[in-house]
């Protein structure tokens, strides 16, 4: 079955199986630098605000062997479970309820101009700063909206407020977490290996690597959209201050970046071309942040984007 029938399909039976007066939704929404999904939504007569499932990777689930039947009851129970009382049409439309619930992240402006025409947004070197509501989490995942620009009306507020808002709380509900690559090497190694992981035989591994310029994983607690990291509040500034030293910046996705010190003898050129690389064989599409460092300078604490020719070329600074 292609994907154009599986729609269908998917279609025809969940008419079958949901109560009367519920309408199936299919259209496609726009995701991060171009991307586009299948998005379902069922809606009420009595309410136009609900949840959409993704059918993109159902379909996937599909060629792996799960039927159609079993993806149809799988997004009807998802639909049944009660939203949280904030995610209601009323409390969405009320700025002042929602106003500790407006969390920020990072995409690239080019690779992301419609969406951006949208969005309200606060541009940021060659990135962009986008807004979300943070609406609930639970073990399965988490529950946020995108902020568009006919809430930003209703509300009758301005993007550099959101920011403001933004910049608060998105510290609070996703703290930051900077580990060294050894540590991630290690966990990734723990939950691989299993009971034959030897932390000490790791550590010879490690130790024995050759390499003068560390590496740390910056992202938050959560691991999404953790790239935004970058933005809080004197975060950069402290962990340069650990180093005495400006920092190189590698964006590993819109989930996390990567940090080094900007010590004599490295490469801006070579970690441009890490970084594109990378990004070509490893990132997917819809994650990607950028394809060239940035460098966090102390003197003046602000960020910067690093051309490939070793120079800098523009700056921010949110301080």
Known sequence: MNYTKFLETVNETLEKILPKGQNIIIRPVPKNNGIVLDGLSIQTDDSHVTPVVYLNPYYEQYLDGMTIQEICQDIKSLF?????????????????????????????????????????????????????????????????????????ELWQTTPKKLFCLARQNTPKTYPAEIRSMSDVMKEIARLHIGKDYSEETLNQILDEEDDPSPLYVLSNQNG????????????????????????????????????????????????NSMVVQINHSEVPVEDQLSNHIYLYTRKDDQLHMVSRSDSLSGSSDFN
């Open 80 to 152: 049944e479970q009660d939203l949280p009382p904030f995610a209601s049409e009323e409390c969405l439309e009320d700025f002042e309820s929602m106003k500790s619930r407006v969390m920020m992240k990072l995409i690239h402006a080019d690779s992301n101009e419609k969406l951006l025409s949208e969005i309200p947004h606060i541009p940021c070197l060659d990135l962009a700063i986008v807004f979300y509501l943070f609406l609930d989490r639970n073990p399965v995942g988490q529950m946020t909206a995108l902020i568009h620009n006919d809430l930003l």
């Open 224 to 271: 999404i959209y953790g790239a935004c990291c970058i933005l809080y509040q004197d975060l950069l500034k402290n962990f340069a201050d650990s180093f005495g030293s400006d920092l190189i910046i590698l964006p590993s996705s819109i989930h996390e970046v990567l940090l080094t010190p900007d010590e004599q003898g490295l490469s801006y050129d070579y970690l």
